[in-house]
T-cell receptor
């Protein structure tokens, strides 16, 4: 059974800190991995998608890396801001095709306080 | 604006009363899916569809039905809702290995 684990479950940091969120998965036959953000009462917004052939993706202050051999991905957030407070979820597609099922982690609840 | 639209956003109903949650996307995506999100259990896939008239079960399909008669629409049907189907539901769509787009969610309470 494919499993995705996110550590830590919750994180509280002061504004301006750089931080790392971790995601580990059991199935190394990964097709791609996505990081999402979920605000309270809202749907998920895609932040970054890393294909299996890639090592990392960057968007603004966000950088996501993928290490297939160790079954890990990290989301790095630079210079955190209160507006970054949300739940962050990773999801991997290990279905072998571009339309494979996404398996989600439980998420990391991030709070950035002023 | 590219989006996935779900309706209703909130619904309180009673056991056994059939209901339908609609989902529509305007991005011409082939792949659509339904999830439920529960505390401690995360997001679990209910059903998915690869294209028109092609649907398949996800991880928790019991008690749900779907149909895909048009590319843009993917309704979720609860024929005889029960209290254990009280949850937050999300519809999503994507094109191949591109990022997945989610609706804003439907909060269902079944009494």
């Amino acid at each position: 059974k494919q499993e995705v684990t996110q550590i830590p479950a919750a994180l509280s940091v002061p504004e301006g800190e750089n931080l790392v969120l971790n995601c580990s998965f059991t199935d190394s036959a990964i097709y791609n991995l996505q990081w999402f953000r979920q605000d309270p009462g809202k749907g998920l917004t895609s932040l970054l998608l890393i294909q299996s052939s890639q090592r990392e993706q960057t968007s603004g202050r966000l950088n996501a890396s993928l290490d297939k051999s160790s079954g890990r991905s990290t989301l790095y957030i630079a210079a955190s801001q209160p507006g970054d407070s949300a739940t962050y979820l990773c999801a991997h597609n290990a279905g072998g095709t571009s339309y494979g099922k996404l398996t989600f982690g439980q998420g990391t609840i991030l709070t950035v306080h002023p | 604006e590219a989006q996935v639209t779900q309706n209703p956003r909130y619904l309180i109903t009673v056991t056994g009363k059939k209901l339908t949650v609609t989902c529509s996307q305007n991005m011409n995506h082939e792949y659509m899916s339904w999830y439920r999100q529960d505390p401690g259990l995360g997001l679990r896939q209910i059903y998915y569809s690869m294209n028109v008239e092609v649907t398949d079960k996800g991880d928790v399909p019991e008690g749900y039905k779907v149909s895909r008669k048009e590319k843009r629409n993917f309704p979720l049907i609860l024929e005889s809702p029960s209290p254990n189907q009280t949850s937050l539901y999300f519809c999503a769509s994507r094109l191949g290995d591109q990022p997945q787009h989610f609706g804003d969610g439907t909060r269902l309470s079944i009494l």
